[in-house]
């Protein structure tokens, strides 16, 4: 048998000692999978006195993770620290120039820094593995990473954040407020106490970076993602979609167009019978679209101690089986000084069209000032529905327009207008509509 594989965990948090503990409790059956033992030879947290389910008392405590990186008698640098600079940072780029394979769950740190890591790993013969930081637990980096060999994507889109789509499915289901789901969320864990970076599109935008880098070539470009949130989604929104036929999820979606490449994170209306469409609670699901495979979905458990631990060890696993002079494969597909710029892609009109409510004052002549924004701005408009307003509110009516085939620039622009005419009495609602998927 093989000399045993000898890691060390930086971070242990919730995802490290579940790790910790899937080797400990597995180490067997590992060994009989992988050839060889997998031993926690060294660890790294901020107090070494906190009890965290798991003894790694035979590890070696190393209070600064750069250290343990740099000279601990390891041959895998695991980092889940989390962070895109600091101790995660430098301590990945310590173990990289060390010689040694690094296994990450760290979206943010690859989204900022993959593609200068990635240049290190491949320069040093060494492995840097990321499957748990796309997706949680669904194997969607593998696959497109080894599994599509000849396969050209043309997109790649899904559901990337369980926190915002247990949101979102709960407030479809009971009816209850997005402020109330938020609430819930967090005291189950599924949301920070600062929920920003995720009810806002930011944990989405970092994953979808990281996907369209393997999908089409190019060097990661997070900053180039039109991105929004949730957090303005209310039960008008939920139960018009719903009479319309659809299901709001918020969706990050990258594609090739003629002109570059599309990337955008958004809430989207998805008819209710399509296959995303059932992807509910903290689930996420990526679709793939090639020109040999056709639509591939992948969809399970994406957050959590237990289905970022299985990505985790996959990815040690995958070291554990591979033998000295095996020739790793790009990280990110490709070689990264191969990764070519990424170039935004210009506006588009969007097939599925726009789902825009609008809450107005009640008076004459709004109605028509409205048709006349949209005419000035070339958008033809399938359905018009009125609805009054009732208690406190009477005042009001809410409006809610279907358009055909659009460009965002000019919804933006048409509802702008709207706005500046001082017809609005409440933020207008703007959502894309997908008509198949």
């Known amino acids: 048998m093989a000399e045993a594989l000898r890691v060390g965990i930086a971070g242990l948090g919730t995802v490290g000692a579940s790790v910790?503990?899937?080797?400990?409790?597995?180490?067997?059956?590992?060994?009989?999978?992988?050839?060889?033992?997998?031993?926690?030879?060294?660890?790294?947290?901020?107090?070494?006195?906190r009890d965290r389910g798991v003894d790694v008392s035979a590890a070696?405590?190393?209070?600064?993770?750069?250290?343990?990186?740099?000279?601990?008698?390891?041959?895998?640098?695991?980092e889940l620290i989390g962070g895109d600079e600091g101790p995660a940072r430098l301590s990945v780029k310590a173990a990289l120039e060390a010689g040694r394979h690094v296994v990450?769950?760290?979206?943010?740190?690859?989204?900022?820094?993959?593609?200068?890591?990635?240049?290190?790993?491949?320069?040093?013969?060494?492995?840097?593995?990321?499957e748990a930081a796309v997706a949680g637990g669904i194997p969607?980096?593998?696959?497109?990473?080894?599994?599509?060999?000849?396969?050209?994507?043309?997109?790649?889109?899904?559901?990337?954040?369980?926190?915002?789509?247990?949101?979102?499915?709960?407030?479809?289901a009971e009816g209850i407020s997005f402020d109330a789901c938020l609430k819930d969320a967090q005291r189950l864990g599924y949301a920070e106490a600062d929920p920003t970076f995720d009810i806002e599109g930011h944990d989405t935008a970092h994953k979808l970076s990281i996907l369209t880098s393997l999908a089409f070539g190019t060097k990661i470009a997070a900053n180039d993602i039109y991105m929004e949130g949730i957090s303005n989604i209310t039960q008008a929104d939920?139960?018009?979609?719903?009479?319309?036929?659809?299901?709001?999820?918020?969706l990050g979606v990258a594609q090739r167009?003629?002109?570059g490449i599309e990337q955008r994170v958004h809430p989207t209306m998805v008819p209710t019978a399509s296959v995303i469409a059932q992807v509910h609670g903290v689930t996420n699901a990526v679709a793939i679209e090639t020109d040999i495979l056709g639509e591939l979905l992948l969809s399970g458990p994406g957050a959590g101690g237990n289905a970022t631990a299985s990505a985790v060890i996959g990815d040690i696993a995958d070291i554990a089986k591979s033998r000295p002079g095996f020739q790793h494969g790009p990280v990110f597909g490709l070689p990264a000084k191969e990764l070519r710029p990424y170039k935004k892609a210009q506006m588009r009109s969007h097939a599925g069209g726009y789902f825009i409510r609008l809450t107005v004052h009640d008076r004459i002549g709004v109605f028509a000032a409205i048709a006349k924004r949209m005419a000035d701005n070339d958008i033809s408009l399938e359905s018009i529905v009125q609805h009054a307003v009732s208690g406190e509110a009477a005042a009001q009516k809410t409006v809610i327009l279907v358009s055909h085939e659009t460009t965002e620039a000019a919804v933006r622009k048409a509802v702008d207008g709207i706005t500046k005419d001082g017809h609005l009495t409440d933020k207008p609602q703007v959502i894309r509509i997908e008509r198949a998927g």
């Open 20 to 49: 910790a503990r899937v080797l400990r409790d597995k180490a067997a059956e590992l060994t009989r999978q992988c050839g060889r033992d997998i031993v926690v030879s060294a660890v790294s947290a901020r107090d070494p006195k």
């Open 60 to 78: 070696k405590w190393f209070d600064d993770p750069v250290k343990m990186a740099q000279i601990a008698d390891i041959d895998v640098f695991i």
């Open 104 to 130: 990450t769950a760290n979206k943010a740190l690859l989204a900022k820094h993959g593609v200068a890591l990635a240049e290190i790993a491949e320069k040093k013969g060494v492995l840097l593995n990321y």
């Open 140 to 172: 969607v980096i593998k696959t497109m990473r080894e599994a599509m060999a000849g396969n050209s994507v043309n997109r790649v889109f899904g559901i990337l954040n369980g926190t915002c789509n247990y949101i979102l499915t709960r407030m479809e």
């Open 238 to 250: 939920i139960r018009a979609a719903g009479d319309l036929g659809y299901r709001i999820k918020l």
């Open 257 to 259: 167009t003629e002109s």
